[in-house]
């Protein structure tokens, strides 16, 4: 199935240090969510996106939905050792509880002292 | 918040036999789940669409008969692994979506690892 293209796709950065790491597609998405994923856990929402344009906040966490609505960017500012784990983007193309999501291939994090 | 349970958390069996999850949603009810398969170091796939009362929808290259999916009530799914090999040994993950929240975005449960030995 198709996927969305991530990148990095892993980053080793130390405590403190801003974090960026973006998400393309070659189709268009009406909704992009944003997740992040411990080891051997399911993945957790952390912010999602409605319209193109659109910049969220949740806490440290920024996204943005892209104008072409084909790309979407989360950044994490002041990052801290429990941000470690692995950051999944998702395209929604419908709204209704049926729509699938797509899923990108992933950016792995890793948080230094 | 929604929560969906998913058990067990970790199956080891012998190749050739079969395994069921079950994947529930906690408080609110799911006409539709989503089954997802993750190998190690990889994104989440997409398997198949679990609908309330009707048969799946399997993503391409996902065998029916292989995965079997029962969704016979509003808050259960089940996906059953039949004849296992080691092959299909993986981390499962159910999702579904409490249409009562404002947010598009979907619960997923804790994932369950499968060992086909």
């Known amino acids: 199935g198709q996927q969305l293209n991530q990148s990095p796709q892993s980053m080793f950065i130390q405590e403190g240090e801003d974090v960026s790491m973006n998400c393309t597609s070659s189709?268009?998405?009406?909704?992009w969510l944003w997740y992040k994923q411990d080891p051997g856990e399911g993945p957790v929402l952390l912010i999602a996106?409605?319209?193109?344009?659109e910049l969220t906040s949740n806490g440290r966490l920024t996204a943005q939905f892209g104008i072409t609505r084909k790309d979407s960017f989360l950044n994490i500012s002041a990052s801290i050792p429990s941000d470690v784990g692995i950051y999944f983007c998702?395209?929604?193309?419908?709204?209704?509880?049926?729509?699938?999501?797509?899923f990108g291939t992933g950016t792995r994090l890793q948080v230094t002292l | 918040g929604a929560v969906v349970s998913q058990h067990p958390s970790w199956v080891i069996c012998k190749s050739g036999t079969s395994v069921k999850i079950e994947c529930r949603s906690l408080?609110?009810?799911?006409?539709?789940m989503f089954w997802y398969r993750q190998f190690p170091k990889q994104s989440l796939m997409l398997m198949a669409t679990?609908?309330?009362?009707?048969?799946?929808?399997?993503e391409q290259g996902v065998e029916k008969d292989k995965f079997l999916i029962n969704h016979a009530s509003l808050t259960l799914s089940t996906l059953t692994v039949t004849s296992a090999h080691p092959e299909d040994s993986s981390f499962y993950i159910c999702?579904?979506?409490?249409?009562?929240?404002?947010?598009?975005?979907?619960?997923f449960g804790s994932g369950t690892r499968l060992t086909v030995v």
């Open positions: 999702s579904a979506r409490d249409p009562k929240m404002d947010s598009y975005g979907y619960t």
């Open positions: 189709s268009i998405f009406n909704t």
């Open positions: 996106l409605y319209k193109a344009g």
């Open positions: 998702a395209g929604q193309l419908a709204t209704g509880t049926a729509s699938k999501l797509t």
């Open positions: 408080d609110f009810q799911a006409t539709t």
């Open positions: 679990s609908n309330e009362g009707s048969k799946a929808t399997y």
